[in-house]
C-alpha cells in the first residue's frame, strides 16, 4: 500500500530556533500534501495545502511566515516551523494525496512530536 | 459551511462485542466522501473505511462497516468482534469540494477502549 515517510517522529528544540520536518511520498507521486496539527486530545486541524510547484495556500489563522512549507517534488514537501516557541509544541502530521480521483484516502505520515523548551 | 460532529468523546465495549461510533456531518455540497480513520497511541493515523455520498450502498471493510444514512447525514462506524488492539482513537473525516480544492475535515474523535 502507499506509503508516506515524515521525519523526524520526535524533535526537541530550544526556543527561537528552526525545526525542518520532511515528509516523502514513497511508492507514490502525492500532487498534493497537507499539513495538519494536533494539540494532545484534540483533533486534527489543517494548516495548509501544498500543491507540487506552487505556494502553498494556508488555513485562517496560520501564520505562513511561521510555518514555511515547500513542496518541491512530487514525493516530498517540507514544514519549518521558524523562531519555534514553546506555544509551537504539538503533533505535526502530514497526509498526500495520490493523483486526482476524487476520493483516494489520504495517506498520513506518523507524525513529528515537536518539543520547544 | 462543512461541519463533522463526534457527539462521544470515550466509549467503552468488550472483547469481541459489536460498538457503533457515532459521526454526523453537515455540508451542502451535493458530492462529498466520508473516511473513518483510526488513530492509536503512537499517533500515526490509519485509514478504516471510505463511503461517497453516492455510494447505494454501505461501505464494509472486513470488521468495519459504515451505516450510512443520507437523510439524517449520519455515518455511523461499526465494529463488530472488538479486539483488544482496536483500543484507540476514531476519527471521522468529510472530503468537501473537490479539485484543487479538496480539504479534509476531522470530528473530535470517540476514544474507544477495548476491555477483555
Known amino acids: 500500500g502507499a506509503v508516506v515517510s515524515q521525519h523526524p517522529s520526535r524533535v526537541i528544540c530550544k526556543s527561537g530556533t528552526s525545526v525542518k520536518i520532511e515528509c516523502r511520498s514513497l511508492?507514490?507521486?502525492?500532487?498534493?500534501m497537507f499539513w495538519y496539527r494536533q494539540f494532545p486530545k484534540q483533533s486534527l486541524m489543517l494548516m495548509a495545502t501544498?500543491?507540487?510547484?506552487?505556494?502553498?495556500?494556508?488555513e485562517q489563522g496560520v501564520e505562513k511566515d511561521k510555518f514555511l512549507i515547500n513542496h518541491a517534488s512530487l514525493t516530498l514537501s517540507t514544514l519549518t516551523v521558524t523562531s519555534a516557541h514553546p506555544e509551537d509544541s504539538s503533533f505535526y502530521i502530514c497526509?498526500?494525496?495520490?493523483?486526482?480521483?476524487?476520493?483516494?484516502?489520504?495517506?498520513f505520515g506518523n507524525g513529528t512530536r515537536l518539543t520547544v523548551t | 459551511a462543512q461541519k463533522i460532529t463526534q457527539t462521544q468523546p470515550g466509549m467503552f465495549v468488550q472483547e469481541k462485542e459489536a460498538v457503533t461510533l457515532d459521526c454526523t456531518y453537515d455540508?451542502?455540497?451535493?458530492?462529498?466522501?466520508l473516511f473513518w480513520y483510526k488513530q492509536p497511541s503512537s499517533g500515526e493515523m490509519i485509514f478504516l473505511i471510505y463511503?461517497?455520498?453516492?455510494?447505494?450502498q454501505n461501505a464494509t471493510e472486513g470488521r468495519y462497516s459504515l451505516n450510512f444514512q443520507k437523510a439524517r447525514k449520519s455515518a455511523n462506524l461499526v465494529i463488530s468482534a472488538s479486539q483488544l488492539g482496536d483500543s484507540a482513537m476514531y476519527f471521522c473525516?468529510?472530503?468537501?469540494?473537490?479539485?484543487?480544492?479538496?480539504?479534509?475535515?476531522f470530528g473530535k474523535g470517540t476514544l474507544l477502549t477495548v476491555n477483555p
Open positions: 497526509s498526500a494525496r495520490a493523483g486526482r480521483k476524487v476520493d483516494p484516502p489520504l495517506h
Open positions: 511508492d507514490f507521486q502525492a500532487t498534493t
Open positions: 501544498s500543491n507540487e510547484g506552487s505556494k502553498a495556500t494556508y
Open positions: 455540508t451542502s455540497d451535493p458530492s462529498y466522501g
Open positions: 463511503q461517497g455520498s453516492y455510494d447505494q
Open positions: 473525516a468529510m472530503r468537501h469540494s473537490g479539485g484543487s480544492n479538496y480539504k479534509l475535515t
